[in-house]
């Protein structure tokens, strides 16, 4: 068993995470209001259908702001759209002159969305690069590495993604996957109570449940 996390749990930025910048600040004031609109949407609402348009109209009106086009992705993202995502999130790279971390990391999510691990390793060791303390970029980097079947690399990155992160609940399952690729029992039950205290209702949670059932019923023998 793998369990695979959805594009809509991917490691984000929430709103309550935000940071006005000086970049947004030197937007002018419609502008300005519709990323707002925009971004209320997409992680609030959780509507990135709605939000695509608001994004849409910042860029209209301020074409050099390149996070618009990684909002974009990100809604793109949310909707399992994977090409759209992709463009959007090559656009903000671009615009940013390599500059910009988040778009690196939402471009690697896309990347191992998709099993192509390779590109999505580079691209989050790029985002990490530009944000060394970046947990979404540690947990991609995990993701892509557990994908070339590279575990025990896959482990270290996810601690780290942990250690920053710890009350993430998806951040669980790719522990969990890891540690049934190691064959790791003790510290598959840590994983799956991790989740289960985080998410008791989650979209893995029955999942989790039965490999809860298996680790302590019995030794497991083989994957999960």
């Known amino acids: 068993m793998t369990l695979r996390r959805t594009p809509g749990t991917a490691p984000i930025v929430t709103s ?8 947004e600040l030197a937007l002018p004031k419609n502008a300005q209001e519709a990323l707002r609109k925009g971004r ?36 793109h ?8 995502a992709e463009r959007s999130f090559r656009a903000a790279i671009a615009a940013s002159h390599d500059q910009y971390g988040e778009a690196f990391v939402g471009l690697a999510t896309v990347l191992s969305s998709t099993n192509q691990f390779a590109e999505a390793e ?29 575990a025990v690399e896959a482990e270290k990155s ?18 969990v996957n890891i540690h049934i690729r190691m064959r790791n029992s003790g510290a598959l039950l840590q994983d799956v109570d991790a989740y289960l205290k985080l998410a008791p209702n989650g979209q893995y ?14 030794k497991p023998s083989g994957e999960f």
């Open 40 to 75: 209320e949407r997409l992680y609030e609402k959780r509507d990135p259908a709605s939000s695509l348009g608001y994004f849409a109209k910042v860029l209209k009106l301020s074409p050099d702001f390149y996070e618009a086009d990684y909002y974009t992705g990100m809604a």
């Open 122 to 150: 580079t691209n989050a060791r790029m985002g990490l690069r530009l944000q060394p303390d970046s947990w979404q970029g540690y947990l991609e980097l995990a993701r892509a590495q557990l994908g070339m079947n590279r």
């Open 205 to 218: 949670s029955s999942q989790i449940r039965r490999i809860r059932e298996q680790i302590t019923s019995a």
């Open 16 to 23: 309550a995470e935000q940071v006005v910048t000086a970049r």
């Open 158 to 175: 996810a601690m780290e993604a942990r250690q920053r992160k710890p009350d993430f609940a998806d951040l669980y399952i790719t522990l």
């Open 77 to 84: 993202l949310f909707q399992n759209q994977f090409a759209d």
